[in-house]
């Protein structure tokens, strides 16, 4: 068993006065042991320590310390400490076995909650299980290059100063905020300068965030349709009521009415989620027209369009605008590594106090340290060639997923082209339901996920969601030869729910 290291003060009973004060401590040191809060092979405190702490002589300590060490409670190694013995005697166990049993616990009244807790629902985090085909949403981890990431951290860390460990401003680091900036304006077409970047701790915040500041209870919220279940949660949490507007080839479908009396309208415009679709020139154009004319303010999230295998670049909503009606979203967690918890909001001008003064009064500002080292690994480069290098990688496993599906899944799945992203989205033929289709391929240890999950309303997208930039060209291949045989088996299948587990 590893060791732990105890060296936080210990917190004893208090002294009984008619007992010598080595007993005292002998007794509340073995309880300490019996009810397991100082765990075996945990260290004791130093006895100077302990003698401090609790103004003894010091060899009152030591005779505490040496009676349990006779009766087999603790043990010394030479240079090193005393320590809680890993086996303890046997009579310990019948001292455990006769603990009291706990108090019952007095009824009290119903706990008080808000609306909004009421409201609220879960966000599975991703499960720790190991990628498989054909697992969404995430990058190749395994290909991140760590060594390299810590010793950047490593150099950071070495130039730590005091003001550094005093914090920054509630938008963020000062230099990642320029970096973030200069890295949209190049790649993405974005407008914005350093001091209209704000640094959060991913998407999730980042909706959160926005929804707070301009979206009341039984405001209207515009979203796609099927979209991000994220976005759902929050505006659903504030109590909003969703629009959802359905899509076609070329995005978000807008009538004149799509945005009437609606607060925020959130879209997912470089590769629609979950369909890929690249939302089109025109499209664009008509919903920034549409925003301007209803006051609406656009959210537009920019989650993995850094990976584009095919087309010309489309510039990012918020560079097409000219009346400040767009904030512009997006997360290191899809390019880097999810646990990496930093993303961004691109602000208009007159909104920065506001958002400023909400993160001050919340989380003050994202962790500094993991700004800096992001900042350091941006700037130094290693972020334009890791994104270089995972884009051929990812383009690879899209070819191979394509052709492997045309060998063996016609007639039963046809997969769209996919022109960015970490997914691509395949359609079922013969009358193949979605969920039965799910289930059917988990058995054989393939990881799909139905449209019908996104979806609204009755009118469900016959589909699964397959990603391919996690796992590599071997699974890949293993996936749609077990895939084939699950959709066969489905085929044949009722219908059924699919219970989706975690992102």
């Known amino acids: 068993m590893a060791k732990r290291a105890t060296t936080f003060e210990l917190a004893l009973p208090p002294k009984d006065s008619a007992a010598p004060a080595y007993r005292w401590l002998y007794a509340s040191l073995r309880?300490?042991?019996?009810?397991?809060?100082?765990?075996?092979?945990?260290?004791?405190?130093?006895?100077?320590?302990l003698a401090r702490q609790y103004r003894l002589a010091r060899g009152t300590i030591v005779n505490a310390?040496?009676?349990?060490?006779?009766?087999?409670?603790?043990?010394?190694?030479?240079?090193?400490?005393?320590?809680?013995?890993?086996?303890?005697?046997?009579?310990?166990?019948?001292?455990?076995?006769?603990?009291?049993?706990?108090?019952?616990?007095?009824?009290t009244k119903p706990r008080r909650i808000s609306a909004y807790a009421k409201r609220v629902q879960l966000f599975p985090a991703f499960s720790p299980r190991p990628s498989r085909a054909f697992r969404p949403?995430?990058?190749?981890?395994?290909?991140?290059?760590?060594?390299?990431?810590?010793?950047?951290?490593?150099?950071?860390?070495?130039?730590?100063?005091?003001?550094?460990?005093?914090?920054?401003?509630?938008?963020?680091?000062?230099?990642?905020?320029?970096?973030?900036?200069?890295?949209?304006?190049?790649?993405?077409?974005?407008?914005?300068?350093?001091?209209?970047?704000?640094?959060?701790?991913?998407?999730?915040?980042?909706?959160?965030?926005?929804?707070?500041?301009?979206?009341?209870?039984?405001?209207?919220?515009?979203?796609?349709?099927?979209?991000?279940?994220?976005?759902?949660i929050v505006f659903e949490s504030l109590g909003a009521k969703i629009s959802y507007v359905p899509l076609d080839q070329e995005g978000m479908k807008l009538r004149e009415s799509t945005l009437r009396n609606a607060r925020l309208v959130y879209v997912t415009p470089g590769h629609q989620f979950p369909l890929g679709i690249t939302m089109s020139l025109p499209r664009r154009l008509q919903l920034l027209e549409s925003a301007r004319k209803s006051g609406t303010l656009i959210l537009e999230d920019d989650y993995d369009s850094e990976f584009r295998y095919s087309g010309r670049p489309v510039p990012a909503l918020q560079g097409l605008d000219r009346c400040g009606q767009v904030l512009f979203m997006g997360s290191f967690s899809k390019v880097l590594f999810p646990s990496l918890r930093l993303g961004y909001l691109v602000l208009p001008s007159d909104l920065l106090d506001r958002f400023s003064a909400t993160l001050s009064s919340t989380r003050r500002h994202a962790p500094l340290m993991e700004q800096?080292?992001?900042?350091?690994?941006?700037?130094?480069?290693?972020?334009?060639?890791?994104?270089?290098?995972?884009?051929?990688?990812?383009?690879?496993?899209?070819?191979?997923?394509?052709?492997?599906?045309?060998?063996?899944?016609?007639?039963l799945l046809e997969i769209s082209g996919v022109e960015a992203g970490l997914q691509t989205v395949g359609w079922l033929k013969r009358?193949?339901?979605?969920?039965s289709a799910a289930a059917a391929a988990a058995k054989r240890n393939v990881e799909v996920?139905?449209?019908?999950?996104?979806?609204?309303?009755?009118?469900?997208a016959k589909?699964?969601?397959?990603?391919?930039?996690?796992?590599?060209?071997?699974?890949?291949?293993?996936?749609?030869?077990?895939?084939?045989?699950?959709?066969?088996?489905?085929?044949?299948?009722?219908?059924?729910?699919f219970h989706p587990t975690s992102p």
């Open 137 to 232: 949403n995430l990058p190749a981890l395994d290909l991140f290059p760590t060594t390299l990431w810590a010793q950047v951290a490593a150099r950071r860390l070495r130039k730590v100063s005091t003001s550094f460990l005093l914090g920054c401003d509630a938008l963020g680091y000062l230099p990642l905020r320029q970096a973030v900036a200069d890295y949209l304006s190049s790649s993405r077409g974005v407008n914005g300068t350093p001091d209209q970047v704000a640094i959060v701790s991913g998407a999730q915040e980042a909706l959160d965030l926005v929804a707070r500041l301009f979206v009341n209870p039984g405001d209207r919220v515009c979203m796609e349709n099927p979209g991000y279940i994220g976005a759902t």
């Open 31 to 49: 309880t300490a042991i019996l009810e397991g809060r100082l765990h075996p092979a945990s260290l004791l405190p130093a006895t100077r320590d």
């Open 372 to 411: 800096a080292i992001l900042s350091d690994f941006i700037t130094a480069g290693h972020f334009g060639r890791h994104l270089r290098r995972m884009r051929e990688i990812y383009a690879e496993r899209l070819s191979v997923l394509l052709h492997s599906a045309k060998q063996n899944l016609a007639g």
């Open 449 to 460: 996920i139905p449209l019908s999950v996104y979806q609204q309303g009755n009118a469900a």
């Open 65 to 107: 310390v040496e009676q349990l060490k006779s009766e087999g409670y603790v043990q010394a190694r030479m240079g090193s400490g005393t320590y809680v013995s890993n086996t303890l005697p046997d009579e310990l166990l019948q001292v455990r076995s006769s603990a009291k049993p706990p108090l019952p616990q007095e009824k």
């Open 431 to 435: 009358g193949i339901n979605g969920e």
């Open 463 to 497: 589909g699964l969601q397959l990603g391919f930039a996690a796992v590599d060209t071997k699974e890949i291949r293993r996936g749609v030869q077990d895939l084939a045989i699950a959709l066969e088996v489905a085929r044949k299948t009722p219908q059924r729910r």
